[in-house]
């Protein structure tokens, strides 16, 4: 893995836009990881800001989203589906068909997972973005997930709960379990970009960063990857 740190997010994003917006030019049919939550949205306001300026092609892009809330219906607002329209897809000239993302309220959720799974594998994933849980989890991995699991219908700990309460009215809105893809089909990605900004990120960052992976640490997982890069600023990086 390898690790840059910057003095500010705006450097810091626009460092990752380049390495998206790049792959997106020089591989017009790649396969994009995506990954919702406050971590990536300035980076997706770069992808549009870019698009609109240079008319940079997504026509023949295909996405693949890490997770879903189970039991939201995608036009809930809180849905990752209604996220990633809002923050990216509706700005951009992807094709609806090329977007893939698990229904969270498929009649048999663990059924879902298992096609979602199979069809990440048969399609295969060129550049993942990664954000990271202030417990280490990536994707919906929460400590204690297999590091070489496949995707699943899981269950969200009490801490994720908590952490994710800030965008629904209560806590008790919070759905309880999400289809998430596993940290083997997370590993199984080309290249893999993991995002971390803030002081509350510093912990989970010193847990993954440069260990011996362990199941305590989710996205301890990615120092088994060799094309991995972290991007942290001052404070993510500040118990390094
Ligand atoms: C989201 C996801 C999660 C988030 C993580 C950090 O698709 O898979 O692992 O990346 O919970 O969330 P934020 O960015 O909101 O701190």
């Known amino acids: 893995m390898k690790i840059k740190v910057f003095d500010n997010e705006e450097d810091l994003y626009n460092y990752a836009a380049k390495i998206f917006i ?18 990536p949205i300035k980076l997706y306001q770069l992808l549009v800001e870019d698009y609109k300026k240079n008319k940079t092609d997504y026509s023949n892009v295909k996405t693949f989203n890490l997770d ?4 939201l219906d995608k036009t809930h607002a809180q849905s990752y589906y209604t996220f990633m329209h809002n923050q990216l ?22 059924k879902e997972a298992e096609t979602y799974g199979k069809l990440l594998i048969k399609e295969g ?7 990271i849980g202030t ?10 997930s297999p590091l070489d699991g496949k995707c699943s219908l899981v269950d969200l700990t009490k801490n994720t709960i908590k952490d994710n309460s800030r965008f629904f009215k209560n806590i008790n809105e919070v759905p ?8 083997g089909d997370i590993l199984k990605s080309k290249k893999i970009v993991l995002i971390a900004v803030g002081k509350h990120k510093a912990e989970a960052i010193k847990k993954t960063v440069n260990v011996k992976p362990t199941t305590k640490c989710p996205a301890s997982a990615l120092n088994n990857h060799k094309e ?7 404070d993510a990086a500040s118990l390094l």
Do not use: R, W
């Not at 030019?25 to 994009?32: G, Q, S």
């Not at 992807?94 to 969270?104: A, H, L, Y």
């Not at 417990?135 to 919906?140: C, P, R, T």
């Not at 309880?176 to 940290?183: L, M, N, P």
């Open 22 to 39: 790049n792959e997106v030019k020089t591989n017009p049919n790649t396969h994009l990881g995506l990954a919702t939550g406050s971590t």
């Open 135 to 144: 417990n280490g989890h990536i994707a919906f991995n929460e400590p204690g």
């Open 89 to 110: 897809f509706n700005h951009i000239n992807i094709k609806k068909e090329n977007i893939n993302i698990p229904n969270g309220k498929a009649n048999n959720l663990n």
């Open 228 to 234: 991995t890069l972290i991007l942290l600023d001052k």
């Open 68 to 71: 879903e809330y189970a039991g």
């Open 176 to 183: 309880k379990k999400a289809i998430s893809v596993g940290i």
């Open 125 to 131: 994933i060129n550049l993942q973005l990664l954000g």
